[in-house]
């Protein structure tokens, strides 16, 4: 299953399949892009960075896929459990002045048995 | 356990109150931060504290005042509750300043009626 952008925010997918959410961001001078996960009344969990010199970072279960010529981020997820039911959300962070993270809209993630 | 905690969880008050939500981080970490995110889940950046100094206060309404008695400690005053406030809060902290990897809190949810 795949997200589109931020203007799709839920996405439904089979257990056990490969899911791809993906995010647009908007500024050209950020240094580093996150992605987070927050579960139903949690707070975010990082999951994943990757600099704005890379183009793609893996992790456990995860990729994250940077396009830098189209503004886009991706976030791949292999093999989803049940577990990865959640809302993900993109960040960016700039790399001079103040550096907060700016979060992007999220999409909320479900995975069906 | 090690974590970042906050009180309380969740909050109801009469607009025009005055109330305050506290943190607390034992993960050693000498950042700090408070996030407001809306019904839209959009998450967002108010205030953080490297080593108990204000590093970043975003365009907050000067009705929140955070306070930090200490590296592990960040709590978050509001005065004259709006409608408007009602949101849920996170406390966050990071062991960098304005690190990709923050930790959040589990959140307090505030209604304001």
């Known amino acids: 299953g795949e997200s589109v952008g931020l203007h799709l925010p839920t996405l439904s997918v089979q257990e056990g399949d490969n899911s791809i959410i993906n995010c647009a961001y908007s500024?050209?001078?950020?240094?580093?892009f996150i992605w987070y996960k927050q579960e139903s009344g949690k707070g975010p969990q990082f999951i994943i960075d990757?600099?704005?010199?890379?183009d793609k970072r893996q992790g456990q279960r995860v990729t994250v896929l940077l396009n830098k010529t189209v503004k886009h981020l991706s976030l791949q997820i292999a093999a989803t459990q049940p577990g990865d039911s959640a809302v993900y959300f993109c960040?960016?962070?700039?790399?001079?002045?103040?550096?907060?993270?700016?979060f992007g809209q999220g999409t909320r993630l479900t995975i069906n048995p | 356990d090690t974590a970042v905690s906050q009180t309380p969880k969740y909050l109801v008050t009469q607009m025009g109150n005055d109330k305050s939500i506290k943190c607390e981080q034992n993960?050693?970490?000498?950042?700090m931060y408070w996030y407001k995110q809306d019904s839209k889940k959009f998450l967002k950046i108010m205030f953080s504290?490297?080593?108990?100094?204000?590093?970043i206060n975003e365009t907050v309404p000067n009705r929140f005042s955070p306070k930090s008695p200490d590296k592990a400690h960040l709590n978050l005053h509001i005065n004259s509750l709006e409608l408007g406030d009602s949101a849920v809060y996170f406390c966050?902290?990071?062991?960098?300043?304005?690190?990709?990897?923050?930790?959040f809190g589990p959140g307090t949810r505030l209604t304001v009626l």
């Open positions: 966050a902290s990071s062991q960098v300043v304005n690190g990709n990897e923050q930790f």
């Open positions: 990757i600099r704005s010199n890379m």
């Open positions: 960040a960016e962070k700039l790399a001079q002045g103040a550096q907060k993270l700016v």
């Open positions: 500024n050209s001078a950020s240094d580093y």
């Open positions: 504290y490297n080593n108990k100094e204000l590093i």
């Open positions: 993960l050693g970490h000498d950042t």
